[in-house]
């Protein structure tokens, strides 16, 4: 059984920081390249950050230079620490494991003063 279970989330100011959090499990995490999306309401979800099993990562240009993502083998764990947040940071946030279409209920970024 696949389960991404995602948490972190809240309303932070502009300029503050979350750390999101997602436990998964299913598939070999050490073995998987790790995602995490995020979509804002009337729009499509995207891409944010992944991070390969070799933990190489990439970040969509939105974010880069504010959000780093990592992981944690020993706790299936894939992490997503995010300073500097703007208005547009607000979304619905979800992890995944890249290559399999298995999603979690999410957390929820609020960014507003």
């Known amino acids: 059984q696949v389960r991404l279970v995602e948490s972190g989330g809240g309303v932070v100011q502009p300029g503050g920081s979350l750390i999101l959090s997602c436990v998964a499990s299913?598939?070999?995490?050490?073995?998987?390249?790790m995602s995490w999306y995020r979509q804002a309401p009337g729009k499509e979800r995207e891409l944010v950050a992944v991070?390969?099993?070799?933990?190489?990562?990439n970040y969509t240009d939105s974010v880069k230079g504010r959000f780093t993502i990592s992981r944690d083998n020993s706790k299936n764990t894939v992490y997503l620490y995010m300073k500097n947040l703007k208005p547009e940071d607000t979304a619905m946030y979800y992890c995944?494991?890249?290559?399999?279409?298995?999603w979690g209920q999410g957390t929820q970024v609020t960014v507003s003063s």
């Open positions: 995944k494991f890249t290559r399999y279409d298995y």
């Open positions: 299913g598939f070999s995490f050490t073995l998987n390249s």
């Open positions: 991070i390969s099993d070799m933990f190489r990562t």
